[in-house]
Nanobody, 118 residues
């Protein structure tokens, strides 16, 4: 699976962005998908994930503000980010794993920069 993330940019605090991650390869619907982020000097952290059955998980820091969704027909996973805060600024990465064979996210996109100004 190859992943291509896009949609980042510069936005003011309180604004919104939608990230997209397009996947190539087979059996996209069988993969669990996630968005991670990494700010300068910090470790990469899991922001949100979505299972094969579209069950979402959210980190506490983004609950109620971010929404993950997937469109298996388009081989794409989305991250709708509302109410953005300066602390959301980071490089955002999409990732995928096959739950049948791995507990780790083995496939990664190249990252897209999100910058939230105060």
């Amino acid at each position: 699976v190859q992943l291509q993330a896009y949609g980042g940019g510069l936005v003011q605090a309180g604004g919104s962005l939608r990230l997209s991650c397009a996947a190539s390869g087979r059996a996209f619907s069988g993969y669990a998908l996630a968005w991670f982020r990494q700010a300068p000097g910090k470790e990469r952290q899991l922001v949100t994930s979505i299972s094969r059955s579209s069950t979402p998980y959210y980190a506490d820091s983004v609950k109620g503000r971010f929404t993950i969704s997937r469109d298996n027909a388009k081989n794409t996973v989305y991250l709708q980010m509302n109410g953005l805060k300066p602390e959301d600024s980071a490089v955002y990465y999409c990732a995928a794993r096959n739950p049948a064979s791995s507990i780790r996210y083995d496939y990664w996109g190249q990252g897209t920069q999100v910058t939230v100004s105060s």
